[in-house]
């Protein structure tokens, strides 16, 4: 079966999945997107799953100050290595999270994980933080947050 390149492209960038993975879903959901796109997710968290025993010691500290200094977010998100955290991608999760933070005050750590995700209410953060992890090979959590507010 034939698709078209920029499909391929597509669900590449989005899912951070490999060509022959981004093909074979496409296979498994007939050319439909949205399937294949399913089916990518459901293995990323597959392989997350398979990570979950790994530690993660590296990682970032990342801190956000929204207009008007009113209102500041810091999280810990962590990694296998000093490689994947230093990446752009890792850094735009964490930056996600913090604007996520910013925008309500979560009681807990499990309340943030399991909120719906401000700029795509069909995930959860705790899809961002799976999806960095399939795109990286690497366990990712995110392991500590605090938000700052006047």
Excluded at 42 to 61: D, I, P, Q, T, W
Aim: include cysteine.
């Amino acid at each position: 079966m034939e698709f078209d390149i920029n499909i391929i492209k597509k669900l590449r960038d989005e899912t951070g999945a490999g060509i022959m993975d981004v093909k074979n879903a496409l296979i498994v959901a007939n050319g439909d997107e949205k399937i294949a796109k399913d089916e990518l997710h459901k293995k990323g968290l597959a392989k997350a799953e398979k990570r979950s025993e790994r530690e993660a010691n590296e990682g970032l500290v990342y801190s956000y100050i929204h207009n008007g200094s009113k209102i500041g977010a810091m999280v810990m998100l962590t990694c296998e290595t000093d490689f994947v955290a230093k990446t752009e991608d890792f850094t735009k999760v964490a930056k996600e999270i913090c604007l996520q933070i910013s925008s309500e005050d979560y009681s807990d750590l499990e309340a943030l994980l399991n909120s719906p995700y401000i700029r795509d209410e069909s995930k959860k953060i705790s899809d961002l933080v799976s999806e960095i992890s399939g795109r990286t090979g690497e366990k990712v959590e995110l392991k500590k947050f605090a938000r700052f507010a006047i």
